[in-house]
C-alpha cells in the first residue's frame, strides 16, 4: 500500500535537515530546508498530490534538489539523506536543540560531556546540578533549562490552534462528502477556538455510523484507532493528534453539540440552572423530570432558549459571564470573521518576509481587503535583516509607485514595525515616522526588564505621537516564551487617552494580546487592530485566528481599525 505523508510531516523532515546542517555548521543550506518546510506547511493543497503531478518545484522555495528529496519522502516516507546525517552527530542533540534557549553547541557539549541524548536526560542532569558547570553554561543557564523544558512539555500535550484546525477541518469535509452523513460539526475546544487545542472534536449524524466509522478509520493521515464503535471511535493522526468522532441522533445534536462543544465550566453552569428547574441537560437533551418530556435537544438554540438564554457563540462559552449576559440580553456584538477590511501588519522580502510587495497585496486583494500596510522591520532588529532609513524611503517610493499603477481602490499603506530600545526609544528618526502611514512599534530584545522599567518602556514609546500601535504588546510566544513582565492596566489606561492602538496579532504562536488580555484591554477603553505578521502570502489567512482571539475577548468591530474602510482607519490612527 502507498503511504501518504501529510504536508506537516514532510514539513517536518525538512525541518529537521535544517537542524542538522546547522549543527554541522552548514552556511546557506539550513536556511533553504526551512524555507521550503516553511511553504510546504502553508500550502493549501497536499504536497503528495504536487509530487505526483511532477510539480514541486512550482513550490516557491522549492529548488530542484529539495524537490528531490521531497519525491523520495512522498515515494518511501522517508528520506535516506537525514538517516546519514543523523548517524553523523553525537546522538540526541537533534532533540536537544528543539529546546529554546539550546543551539547546536550547547547540545553538542551537553551530548559529549554528559552523555545526555533525550529531553529526560537533560532534565535529570539539571535537577542533579551536572550543567552549570560546563564551560558556557552556568547556573543561570541551569535553571532556564528547567523552564525550557516545562513549556515544552506542556508543548506536546497540547497544539496550537493555527496547527490543528486545517487539519480538523480536512477531516470535517471528508465526513461531509459520505452520503450516509446529514449534519456533521466540529466541537470541543476547536469549536471555541481556543488558543490550543488538547483533541479533536467531532459530531455527524447519519442514517448509516457503520460507513461513517468505516471511513473515519481509513482517512488520510489516520495511523492508528485508539478506540472503535459505533457511537464512539477514536483515533491518532500520524502528528499525534487525537482525534474523537461521535455519531448522535438526528433529534438530539443540539443537545449533544451544546455538551461536546463545552467547555467543561460552562456546561457546569447550564446543568445548574436546568435543575433548578427540576430538569436535567444531557448530551441526549434536556428532559423535564417531573413528565419525562424531552423539552429541547434538536437544535442547539433551543436549549438555550429553554434555559431562559439567548444564544451564545461557541467562544465565549467559558463561564466567565457570559451565562449572566445571555439571561440579561446584554451579549457582546462580536466581531465577525468577515468583517475585516485590510490587515495592518505584513511583512515582505524587503526585510524577512518570502514575498515581494506586490505579491503580498495580490493575495491580500484575493482574500477580498481593501488595503494593507507593510511593516516591515527597522534596522536594529538585524536578525531580521532590518531596513535602514534609507532603505525604508526606497521602499516608500516603491509603493507609492505600486499604488498609482495599480487599477482599482486597493491601497498599500506605507508602515513599519520598528523597536522599542531599552529606554522606549524608537529606532527611526521622527522625519521618517511622520511620514509613514502606520507606525507599530514592538520589544523585540530586553525581555527581562523589570515590570516598572518594561512599563515605562512601552509607555514612553506611546508617548512618541507617531506610534500608531503597540505591536505584540506581552510578547509571549506559545510553548516557547512566557509574556515579559507588564503593568497592563497601566499600558491599557495610556493607550486609551493617547489613542495608541493595542495589536492583536493573529500569528498562531502569538496570539498577543490574548483572548484574556483583549477582555481587559476593552474594559480600559482600549481599541484594538488586527495583524496577521504574515511572512509570507499564505499567513495572510492567519487573521482569522486573531479574529478568534478578539471574539474570545468580548472585541467587537467597533473596537478593531481595521473592520473600517480607509479613510475612517485613517482617523484611527494618530495623524
Ligand atoms: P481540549 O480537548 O483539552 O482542548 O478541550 P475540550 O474542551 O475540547 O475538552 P474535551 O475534548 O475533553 O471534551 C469536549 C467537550 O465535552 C468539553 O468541552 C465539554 C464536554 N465534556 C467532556 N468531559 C466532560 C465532563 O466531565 N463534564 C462535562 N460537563 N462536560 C464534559
Ligand atoms: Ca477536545
Ligand atoms: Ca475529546
Ligand atoms: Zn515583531
Request: aromatic residues 6%.
Amino acid at each position: 500500500m502507498e503511504t501518504i505523508v501529510t504536508n506537516i510531516e514532510v514539513a517536518a523532515i525538512l525541518y529537521e535537515v535544517a537542524d542538522l546542517l546547522e549543527i554541522k555548521g552548514v552556511g546557506f543550506k539550513p536556511h533553504a530546508y526551512r524555507r521550503a518546510a516553511q511553504a510546504i506547511e502553508t500550502l493549501p493543497e497536499s504536497i503528495a498530490d504536487i509530487a505526483r503531478r511532477g510539480d514541486l518545484d512550482a513550490i516557491p522555495g522549492v529548488g530542484k534538489g529539495i524537490a528531490t528529496k521531497i519525491q523520495e519522502i512522498v515515494e518511501t516516507g522517508d528520506l535516506k539523506y537525514l538517516t546519514d546525517l543523523r548517524e553523523e552527530l553525537p546522538e540526541g542533540v537533534q532533540y536537544l536543540i528543539r529546546l529554546p534557549g539550546i543551539g547546536p553547541k550547547k547540545a553538542i557539549a551537553l551530548s559529549r560531556e554528559l552523555g545526555v541524548r533525550t529531553i529526560d536526560d537533560l532534565e535529570a542532569a539539571a535537577l542533579a546540578g551536572r550543567i552549570r558547570d560546563l564551560p558556557g553554561f552556568g547556573e543561570k543557564t541551569e535553571s532556564n533549562i528547567l523552564e525550557s523544558i516545562r513549556l515544552h512539555r506542556t508543548a506536546k500535550e497540547r497544539r496550537l490552534l493555527g496547527q490543528i484546525l486545517p487539519v480538523a477541518r480536512d477531516i470535517e469535509q471528508n465526513l461531509r462528502s459520505i452520503p450516509s452523513v446529514r449534519q456533521v460539526s466540529l466541537a470541543g475546544s476547536i469549536r471555541r477556538m481556543k488558543e490550543t487545542i488538547g483533541d479533536v472534536d467531532i459530531l455527524v449524524t447519519s442514517s448509516d455510523p457503520r460507513e461513517v466509522m468505516e471511513v473515519f478509520v481509513t482517512l488520510p493521515g489516520v495511523e492508528r484507532v485508539l478506540a472503535r464503535g459505533l457511537t464512539k471511535t477514536s483515533v491518532l493522526l500520524a502528528t499525534e493528534i487525537q482525534v474523537d468522532l461521535r455519531v448522535v441522533e438526528e433529534r438530539q445534536f443540539g443537545a449533544a453539540l451544546q455538551y461536546f462543544t463545552g467547555s467543561k465550566e460552562h456546561n457546569i453552569a447550564l446543568r445548574k440552572i436546568a435543575i433548578a428547574k427540576n430538569w436535567r441537560l444531557s448530551e441526549y437533551g434536556l428532559v423535564d423530570l417531573a413528565t419525562g418530556r424531552t423539552v429541547a435537544g434538536e437544535d442547539e438554540a433551543s436549549v438555550y432558549r429553554a434555559l431562559g438564554l439567548a444564544w451564545i457563540e461557541p467562544e465565549l462559552r467559558e463561564d466567565r459571564g457570559e451565562i449572566e449576559a445571555a439571561r440579561a440580553g446584554t451579549l457582546p456584538d462580536l466581531v465577525g470573521y468577515d468583517e475585516i477590511r485590510g490587515d495592518l501588519h505584513v511583512h515582505t522580502r524587503w526585510s524577512e518576509g518570502a514575498h515581494s510587495i506586490e505579491e503580498m497585496a495580490q493575495a491580500a486583494r484575493e482574500l477580498g481587503y481593501e488595503y494593507i500596510a507593510i511593516c516591515d522591520h527597522a534596522e536594529t532588529l538585524h536578525i531580521a535583516r532590518g531596513l535602514s532609513p534609507e532603505r525604508l524611503c526606497d521602499q516608500m517610493r516603491e509603493i507609492e509607485r505600486i499604488n498609482r499603477a495599480a487599477e482599482d481602490d486597493f491601497t498599500i499603506l506605507t508602515g513599519t514595525e520598528c523597536n522599542i530600545g531599552m529606554d522606549g526609544k524608537i529606532d527611526l528618526p521622527d522625519s521618517i515616522l511622520a511620514d509613514l502611514d502606520v507606525v507599530i512599534a514592538s520589544v523585540h530584545s530586553g525581555f527581562k526588564q523589570t515590570e516598572k522599567e518594561m512599563t515605562e518602556r512601552v509607555i514612553t514609546a506611546m508617548g512618541n505621537d507617531h506610534v500608531d500601535i503597540i505591536g505584540h504588546p506581552t510578547g509571549r510566544i506559545i510553548f516557547e516564551r512566557e509574556p515579559y513582565r507588564i503593568d497592563l492596566p497601566a499600558v491599557f489606561d495610556a493607550a486609551a487617552k493617547l489613542g495608541v492602538l493595542m495589536e492583536i496579532n493573529a500569528f498562531p504562536g502569538r496570539l498577543d494580546l490574548s483572548d484574556a488580555n483583549c477582555r481587559l484591554a476593552r474594559e480600559h477603553n482600549v481599541r484594538f487592530s488586527l495583524g496577521s505578521d504574515a511572512h509570507r502570502r499564505e499567513n495572510l489567512r492567519y487573521m482569522e485566528f486573531g479574529v478568534a482571539t478578539a471574539r474570545r475577548g468580548w472585541v467587537s468591530a467597533n473596537d478593531i481599525a481595521n473592520t473600517r474602510p480607509l479613510p475612517e482607519l485613517r482617523r484611527f490612527l494618530r495623524s
